[in-house]
């Protein structure tokens, strides 16, 4: 009997275990379908503007705003564009193998790729950010300053929009 039940517990932590990893990794994301273009925000401007790319791929997520991934290939010049600053490359689930957090970490810290604006506050305290690196494009969606302080409960830094209702 005892045999029995220590099979029992160890069959269900296993099943509970591979349940979790499979809800992590694959069950909440979506792949988008295929985008011709990709909102960037030009040096001075106010809004994002549309730019053309190729090869888009892409991830997303309803269950946070922080799990968009993107791969595209564009030419543009990043100093055209607006820097983004403590830009920090989101992981992704290694079944998106095309966006790799730890290379392009390495890469913005030596200067061989560039952050630039996306989208400013594509949702409330969430920005839209692009590395661009020999001719690539590489997206995911970061929480601001104003989304930091929001989402902790303290008052929004001077600057920021007015938080939404909760």
Known sequence: MGRFL???????????GAGVWYFQVHAFYDELPAQDTVQLTPVGALAAQEFDIRGFRGIDSDSSPIRYRACFDIDVDAAA????????????????????????TLALESGQAQAVMGVSNIYYGVDRVVA??????????QINPCGTAHFDGDPVPAGCPPPPER
Do not use: H, K
């Not at 564009?81 to 392009?104: I, K, V």
């Not at 661009?132 to 969606?141: H, I, K, P, T, V």
């Open 81 to 104: 564009l607006t820097p983004y600053a403590n830009a920090t490359p989101m992981f992704a689930p290694d079944w998106f193998d095309c966006f790799d957090a730890a290379e392009l």
């Open 132 to 141: 661009l690196m020999d001719g690539r494009g590489y997206s995911w969606q």
């Open 6 to 16: 220590v099979i029992l517990l160890l069959g269900s932590t296993v099943l509970a």
